[in-house]
């Protein structure tokens, strides 16, 4: 077989499309992040709608669709079933595709009143009265947590999906990573009030790795315990207040996580 | 190799020199020394250049749920119990490349098992329970049809230099499985620190290794003093862990309350973290993590330490056979203290005490067996 037929032979590279949404973009950044793979990223897929890659963009459906934020407004959230629509896979990256992220915290609070202080014409802001992760709105394929995500967790779903294969991606707790990284428990060694073991792993236990708690940035693990862990940091000394602030973070929005804060209201 | 002064069976004396000696004889020769050091707000094993290293006036004060390092009023270099990290993470190590493959344009696709990289390493240090703990994971990796090539050439490049404990921690219970404060076999020199009388150790040699090794330190043969001194120390030890944990019908006891309320007791405390199971010196969990590159032409597994207390650890086709807390703490505690007897003739636990100080919400197993058991648990630490 010459050279030129077995190219026209090969199947066409799958499309990948990335969407922002309310976000910092920094998930979408991942992406561009991979340096030494991005090559190899470009290799397999057709990029044929990326923004912050690239203004060329091609027209859907597409294969895989990377989904970055949370949906706020009523053109989002239009917007995000037409995605839907266009897409075969669709996996959304991040803490706020996931969760709703940090900007859920209005879902407390009385959004009118932000916008009266924020714009000088609030009568033109059109804002939903909750802001949500993707999947409160649209199916989801995968969800890829964290804030931000993990470019060697992105680079997995995407080979996965490549290879058609389920990526291997784990549920289990923050500590698990802390323990393979031969990290002693902050918790146990010196009182440090940490959210790792109700957090699922994927960020390599970053904070612990220097002697910080770990934030929830990648949100509920499976089956997390939150009261047992409340009750814990309680007895380290740590009140209401600071307890509704840790759950009530950029995750906060998660199912596990606001049924928490609410309790320390 | 026998040489000379001392039979195998006779035990000698260093002093903390000769025991600086011992570990600069163990470099010459090639082999990598860990021994206890303070790190991380902790003592663990790291690699020690001689005693100047070793935590020297440092104890651990443990208790469920908290470990904190405090200074002795003496200069013991072995004056704690055991800290969070055992030797497993040595043996059994926390990620182990297994194979890669690649696959060429041909679609020929070619595998290389990654070679085992087992450097001589000397474990300077080693509890009793710890040793059994070594014991008790030989018998996992390397009895049986199918055997560990990577566990058993780690194995076979260790020297073991255990030290008896005198000190033991509130969650130590070592003595009421008969796995300490003094060290039985396994090892290939054992060491009682004694501080009455002159610091200095007496040793027990336990190999001809062993025997070779003190040929290259200065030593002088036991006298009744220093066996004396070590049988108080042993003594004083084995006074406080006394009644700690009664282990008497355990494997029946577990198995028959399988359906005990008290697990969903335990189950509401239990943070599923899994914390316990991998400081604990014999659990010996693990799964394998597949990769694949983008272009699909190179593929790796990874064998990584896992947990019976994770959801997709028990996952078969069609879902996870312990899917609630309840299901995987029982599972847990009933393989450690039960089945664990049936499987590999021996308990699973070394009474470390570990999964106690390290469980971030202190939930004491002695504690949960007696109370599946349906027995009050009286015998504690603080006590």
Same mark, same amino acid.
């Given at each position: 077989m010459s050279e030129s037929t077995k190219r026209a032979k090969e199947p066409r590279r799958p499309r990948l499309a990335v969407w922002k949404f309310s976000s910092c973009d920094g998930c979408q950044l991942s992406l561009l992040d991979c340096e030494d793979e991005l090559l190899d990223v470009t290799g397999a897929v057709e #990029?044929?709608?990326?923004l912050e890659a690239s203004s060329a963009t091609v027209k859907g459906p597409y294969d895989l669709v990377l989904v970055e934020g949370s949906v706020s407004t009523p053109h989002d959230a239009e917007r995000i079933q037409e995605i839907r629509r266009s897409a075969r896979y669709l996996v959304t990256i991040g803490a706020c595709a996931t969760t709703?992220?940090?900007?859920?915290?209005?879902n407390w609070a009385d959004v009118s009143e932000f916008t009266r202080f924020v714009y000088?014409?609030?009568?033109?802001i059109s804002t939903l009265r909750t802001n949500a992760g993707i999947a409160d709105h649209v199916t989801v394929d995968f969800e890829l947590h964290g804030c931000p995500i993990n470019k060697h967790q992105l680079l997995e779903v995407v080979s996965a999906f490549l290879a058609g294969r389920r990526p291997s991606i784990p549920h289990y707790s923050v500590c698990i990573e802390c323990k393979r990284n031969g990290v002693p428990c902050l918790m146990v060694s010196d009182g440090v009030p940490c959210l790792g073991p109700v957090t699922q792993a994927g960020c390599g236990a970053l904070c612990p790795l220097y002697t910080r708690g770990c934030?929830?940035?990648?949100?509920?693990?499976?089956? $997390?315990n939150t009261s047992a862990v409340a009750a814990e940091w309680k007895r380290l000394g740590v009140e209401d207040p600071r307890l509704l602030r840790a759950f009530r973070?950029?995750?906060?929005?998660a199912r596990e996580f606001r049924r928490e804060s609410a309790l320390h209201e | 190799m026998m040489n000379g002064a001392?039979?195998?069976a006779d035990p000698v004396v260093l002093d903390p020199t000769g025991l600086d000696d011992l570990i600069a004889a163990l470099r010459r020769r090639g082999f990598r020394v860990l021994g206890p050091r303070i790190a991380d707000e902790t003592i663990s094993p790291a690699p020690v250049?001689?005693?100047?290293?070793l935590p020297a006036g440092w104890t651990d004060v443990q208790e469920p749920g908290s470990y904190r390092l405090e200074r002795r009023t003496d200069d013991a270099l072995f004056g704690y119990a055991v800290g969070p990290q055992s030797w497993k993470r040595e043996l059994f190590?926390?990620?182990?490349?297994?194979w890669s493959a690649t696959r060429d344009a041909n679609g020929e696709v070619a595998v290389e098992e990654t070679p085992t990289e087992a450097q001589p390493t000397a474990f300077v240090g080693v509890r009793p329970c710890e040793v059994e703990a070594i014991t008790i994971q030989d018998r996992i990796?390397?009895?049986?049809t199918f055997t560990d090539r990577d566990y058993g050439e780690r194995r076979s490049a260790a020297f073991i230099v255990a030290v008896d404990c005198g000190d033991p921690a509130?969650?130590?219970?070592?003595s009421s499985l008969g796995t300490g404060p003094a060290t039985g076999g396994g090892f290939d020199l054992a060491l009682t620190e004694l501080l009455?009388?002159?610091?200095r150790f007496l040793v027990r040699i336990g190999s001809a290794a062993g025997q070779e090794i003190l040929s290259d330190v200065e030593t002088r043969p036991a006298v009744e003093q220093d066996f004396t001194d070590a049988a108080d120390v042993l003594d004083r030890a084995d006074a406080e862990l006394?009644?700690?944990?009664?282990? $008497?019908g355990v494997r029946n006891g577990l198995v028959r309350n399988s359906e005990s309320p008290h697990w969903d007791d335990v189950a509401s405390r239990c943070?599923?973290?899994?914390n316990c199971t991998l400081v604990c010196?014999?659990?010996f969990c693990m799964s394998v993590e597949d990769r694949s590159s983008l272009a699909g032409d190179e593929a790796t597994r990874t064998r990584v330490w896992d947990t019976?207390? $994770?959801?997709?650890?028990?996952? #078969?086709h069609g879902g996870s056979?312990?899917? $609630?807390g309840r299901s995987r703490y029982r599972q847990w505690l009933t393989h450690k203290f039960a089945t664990w007897q049936d499987q590999f003739?021996?308990?699973?636990?070394?009474?470390?005490g570990r999964c106690i100080t390290w469980c971030p919400v202190g939930i004491d197993i002695r504690e949960e067996v007696a109370a599946v058991m349906g027995r009050k648990e009286e015998h504690h630490a603080d006590d």
């Open positions: #990029i044929a709608y990326f709703g992220g940090i900007q859920s915290l209005r000088a014409k609030p009568e033109y934030f929830g940035c990648f949100g509920p693990k499976e089956q $997390s973070g950029i995750t906060g929005n | 001392h039979d195998l250049d001689g005693i100047d290293d190590p926390a990620r182990l490349k297994l990796f390397l009895s049986g509130s969650t130590c219970f070592c009455a009388h002159g610091h006394r009644g700690r944990f009664d282990p $008497s943070l599923g973290c899994a010196p014999t659990c019976c207390f $994770s959801v997709g650890h028990s996952y #078969i056979i312990r899917p $609630s003739g021996t308990s699973g636990c070394v009474g470390c």
